[in-house]
């Protein structure tokens, strides 16, 4: 079940988080984007601990879809250095694994 991942991406509000989703799917490089607002951040970046509110986004998609996705997100996004990470799907309902398949086509 490799062959699917859950993207994780950190946006700075709500009105980025909607724009990258908007666009992943559309482009169908993901089939959803659960968007959750009022995340609190703290992290250390060039030096100094900061802290920031941000909106947290989860994209499903296919694995051979991540570079693309990567660099649209990379392209909509403000930050110098945002959050894309990946986790591998390892299991899940075969239907709705299928559904990411299908919405995910070109």
């Given at each position: 079940?490799s062959d699917y991942l859950?993207?994780?991406i950190m946006a700075?509000?709500?009105?980025m988080?909607?724009?990258?989703?908007?666009?992943?799917?559309e482009?169908?490089?993901a089939?959803?984007?659960?968007?959750?607002?009022?995340?609190r951040?703290?992290?250390?970046?060039k030096?100094k601990?900061?802290?920031a509110?941000?909106?947290a986004?989860?994209?499903?998609?296919?694995?051979a879809l991540?570079a693309?996705?990567?660099k649209?997100?990379?392209?909509?996004?403000?930050?110098e250095?945002?959050?894309i990470?990946a986790?591998?799907?390892?299991?899940?309902?075969?239907?709705y694994l299928?559904?990411?398949?299908?919405?995910t086509?070109?």
């Open positions: 079940m859950s993207v994780y700075p509000s709500r009105d988080a909607e724009k990258i989703a908007r666009n992943l799917v482009e169908r490089l089939a959803c984007v659960n968007i959750m607002p009022a995340v951040s703290i992290y250390r970046w030096g601990v900061e802290a509110s941000e909106v986004l989860i994209a499903k998609t296919r694995s991540y693309q996705l990567e649209r997100v990379k392209e909509l996004h403000s930050y250095c945002p959050c990470v986790w591998k799907i390892e299991a899940g309902f075969a239907p299928s559904w990411i398949a299908e919405e086509k070109n």
